[in-house]
């Protein structure tokens, strides 16, 4: 079967560097993506990864590591506009969500 | 910029009757999908579309769910007959050419927000 973990929510300051971490068990593997879901909007592209190590886009990082199941997202000065959901889907055999991990920014 | 349309914004139903929801994906995108989200949970995937076929389902997309892209830039979700738990968010997303499993960016559109009563 699948499964995708990831915290539930975390709190960090204007500014600081949050990390957000993602573990998976799937059949097969053709990737990792996160994606940004503010309350009430669809959920927009962040990041894919298929090999191992950290991709770096601005202010976003993320980084696999296939062995281990694992990935994270790192968000770098973060701004209060970076309150929202944060989500892992893996494209397994099937492709499957995590939870989401609730960001919250406070000032 | 192109973007994923979606309509009805909002859709109330009864119990047992069919719905249509509508998808217009970015016009020169081949790759089509269905996702939904129940209220505080997460996002599943229900259907990906490509070539005019259905290309991957999940086992929530059983018999009561159809699509079909009826002419050349709409994409359509049927739910033949509703019940109370497919209330949710549905999200509509398309993507460009080698699909998601060859790391293709999906845009999803602004879902459509049904309610089964």
């Known amino acids: 079967g699948q499964n995708i973990d990831q915290p539930t929510e975390m709190t960090a300051t204007e500014g600081a560097i949050v990390q957000i971490n993602c573990t998976y068990q799937t059949s097969g593997f053709n990737g990792l993506f996160w994606y940004q879901q503010h309350a009430g909007e669809a959920p927009t592209f962040l990041s894919y990864?298929?090999?191992?190590g950290l991709e770096e886009k601005g202010r976003f990082s993320s980084f696999l590591s296939r062995s281990k199941g694992y990935s994270y997202l790192l968000l770098k000065e973060l701004q209060m506009k970076d309150s929202a959901s944060y989500l892992c889907?893996?494209?397994?055999?099937?492709?499957?969500f995590g939870g989401g991990t609730r960001v919250l920014v406070k000032p | 910029e192109p973007e994923v349309t979606q309509t009805p914004s909002h859709q109330v139903t009864q119990m047992g009757q069919e719905v249509i929801l509508r998808c217009v994906p970015i016009?020169?995108?081949?790759?089509f999908y269905w996702y939904r989200q129940i209220l505080g949970q997460k996002v599943e995937f229900l259907v990906s579309f490509y070539n005019n076929e259905i290309s991957e389902k999940s086992e929530i997309f059983d018999d009561q769910f159809s699509v079909e892209r009826p002419d050349g830039s709409n994409f359509t979700l049927k739910i033949r007959s509703t019940k109370l738990e497919d209330s949710a968010m549905y999200f509509c997303a398309s993507s460009e050419a080698l699909g998601l499993r060859s790391g293709d960016t999906q845009y999803f559109g602004p879902g459509t927000r049904l309610t089964v009563l």
């Open positions: 990864n298929v090999l191992d």
């Open positions: 016009s020169n995108h081949l790759y």
């Open positions: 889907e893996a494209a397994g055999n099937k492709l499957t």
